[in-house]
């Protein structure tokens, strides 16, 4: 008999009993479609956090004051003001860095900003023109702060889309004057010059609440300014490397200029934390978040296949004389070992195929509905539905064999004699 | 030495129930020649149904030798004993054993599906309509009579073209006037040139038989029904002793 026949008498017993078979089926349509829906759930939540660390810009190195230690005892990271504009200008020295493609050093501030009868508190951040770059930022309207604007400290402002739309409801915010309030009575107006695109949630603070003024500026007129300790204080210098390859070298290239600046000698009084060292730890967390989903699904799988491992033997047992029949008029050991398999697996491979389709269904479903700012987007590769298949064929095999060979092993004379 | 579709030489069976021996065949000896209409008879637990699992080749015996259509299948293995039931074997059961929920001319066709054979459809439809059910090719089981069943399982015996039907209380299951058609069936078959055996316990059903063979604890005997009406053993050949 060939395996077309085969496929032939395991299809004729299978049609013979669809509602048996559909039932035998759901195990393997449930768990197929469980594990590729979850596994593009994990795909598509891994791709949409990639996309979000990047839209920060590509390939950045965010370095950051040190601790310091008074008395012995060491204060919070990032205490420190050790980084200053100077360090800024020799990263950037082509040079002595050549992985370094840009620098912008940034001063961060709170403050209270006013506008006729609106106000709001916001991050107010003092950059260089290098910024909007970097940070891969675009304006909407106006124009950025320049060159001169930071040497002659004006007091000029680039709103972010939500302070805009908080100050000034639609009005077009450029040109118009606006008074901040940072810390203590001190209250300065700044002309605005341009108004950011909307960026999205990160869901580490939204990128669009904040505002944006000359970095000599914010050094000496805003809270935590050089008012208190020294003009050339930054926060944060932000580093663009080259070339994403070349990012171990850039760090190293970085590290090596500050320490000779420092006059570091024992511990680094700041820290270089790399994009790809984001990137790399929201991969892991997503992946092992997507292993979690993907094996509880298997788990139900592998339920299925008991399914069909239980129905096989029960239909072994309810067609014993069927059988005995069957080898009675000729059949050999390895046809109804054949026929069993087959119908194992033709049970389990259509349970998969549907699985794939409601996997595909499910996962339309899912993409239009949001949670909160996260919305998922489930992404199905091909690789998961192969992968599934593939299983399921294992499935059907590994469940079918054990209850294909109890019937093929059946003595005839005691299979025909069963009532 | 005339045509024999089966000649039975000192074949005994025995069968281990744990410790336990059990003689269900003692040197059986006997012979079918072809064309002929032979019946065995026997009470229960004489080793008619041992015999009869032995001619179909669903048993093989402890020793002794069975020549089935010049074949000696006492020492096939199961895969070929498989192949000789296709080829050389028509079974009819008492229990007609159709696959539940399969058209008729399916279920005749069966054999011809391990045997690899052509035309499956023509032939089965021939076999069908040979026992006279060539309007029935697709009817199912459940929508055939208990007589119309047995003559599917006849036309499925037939299909294969085989050396011998062999057949186990096939009137068993039937009323009176089924079991008459079937036997008709039987009848006409072998007047056509068929090789019938047909293996009861009904003395009228082995009266319509050319010949009857009465195993009596696990041997074989001719047996001839006009000696009286009750039917006694005539002759006890020697069994042959098989050590």
Known sequence: MSVF??????????LSNKLRAVLTMLGIIIGVAAVITMLGIGRGAQAQIQAQIQQNGTNLLFIRPGSTQQGGVAQAQGSAQTLTTEDAKALADPGAAPAVASVAPEFDSFGQVIYQGNNTNTRIVGVTPEYLDVRNMSLASGEFINANQITGKSTVAV?????????????????????????GNNSTQFKIIGVLNSKGGTGFGSQDDQMFVPLTTAQTRLAGGGRFRGANIVSVINVQVADAAENDAAIQQVSDILRQKHHVTYQDDFTVLSQQDILQTAETATGVFTIFLGSIAAISLLVGGIGIMNIMLVSVTERTKEIGLRKAVGARKHDILTQFLVEAIVLSVTGGLIGVGIAFLLSRAIAGVSLGTLSLTPSIGLDSVLLATVFSVGVGLFFGAYPANRAASLNPIEALRYE | MADHVIDINGVTKVYHMGDIEVQ?????????????????????????????????CLDKPTAGSYRLDGIEVADLDDDELAEIRNHKIGFVFQSFNLLPRMPAWKQVALPLIYAGADHRYDRAVEALKSVGLGERLDHKPNELSGGQMQRVAI?????????????????????????KEVMAIFKRLN???????????DPNVAA???RVIRIFDGRAYDYDPTVNGQGTVKVAPVPVAVG
């Open chain 1, 5 to 14: 026949e085969s496929f032939q008498v395991a299809l004729d017993s299978l």
């Open chain 1, 159 to 183: 709103l972010g889309s939500s302070v805009a739309q908080t100050l000034f409801q639609g009005e077009d915010p450029v040109g118009q004057t606006i008074r901040v309030n940072s810390g």
């Open chain 2, 24 to 56: 269900a065949l003692r040197g059986v000896d006997c012979y079918v020649e072809r064309g002929e209409f032979v019946a065995i008879i026997g009470p229960s637990g004489s080793g008619k149904s041992t015999l009869m699992n032995i001619l179909g």
């Open chain 2, 155 to 179: 036309a499925r015996a037939l299909v294969t073209d085989p050396a011998m039907l062999l057949a186990d209380e096939p009137t068993g299951n039937l009323d009176s006037r089924s079991g």
């Open chain 2, 191 to 201: 007047a056509e040139g068929r090789t019938v055996v047909l293996v009861t316990h």
């Open chain 2, 208 to 210: 319509q038989a050319q």
